[in-house]
Nanobody, 119 residues
Framework: QVQLVESGGGLVQAGGSLRLACAASGRTFSSYAMGWFRQAPGKEREFVARITWSGGSTIYADSVKGRFTISRDNAKNTVYLQMNSLKPDDTAVYYC????????????WGQGTRVTVSS
């Protein structure tokens, strides 16, 4: 099992930036990719971005393309989400999750980190 701990959330003004981190521990060798998701108040959790450990292949939701960048540090077993040009609509609890192999669902969710963007 992979354990995940998110950090880096906070309060920021619209147009500002934040960088989230997700530290993985445990059976990290069994991880194929890591993803970031978010859940805004009263809404369902939605996909934000994902990156593979090998090769660093990335996918982004349309709503964050050009503003958010996902990256990873294999040596530290950590995945980052650099968020620029933040908007109030980006306000949510952000979660990271593990994909153990291609085609598997994301799981092993972290506890989440709250991001609030003020207008």
């Amino acid at each position: 099992q992979v354990q995940l701990v998110e950090s880096g959330g906070g309060l920021v003004q619209a147009g500002g930036s934040l960088r989230l981190a997700c530290a993985a521990s445990g059976r990290t060798f069994s991880s194929y990719a890591m993803g970031w998701f978010r859940q805004a108040p009263g809404k369902e959790r939605e996909f934000v971005a994902r990156i593979t450990w090998s090769g660093g292949s990335t996918i982004y939701a349309d709503s964050v393309k050009g503003r958010f960048t996902i990256s990873r540090d294999n040596a530290k077993n950590t995945v980052y989400l650099q968020m620029n040009s933040l908007k109030p609509d980006d306000t949510a609890v952000y979660y990271c999750a593990n994909k153990p192999f291609s085609g598997a669902p994301f799981g092993s969710w972290g506890q989440g980190t709250r991001v609030t963007v003020s207008s």
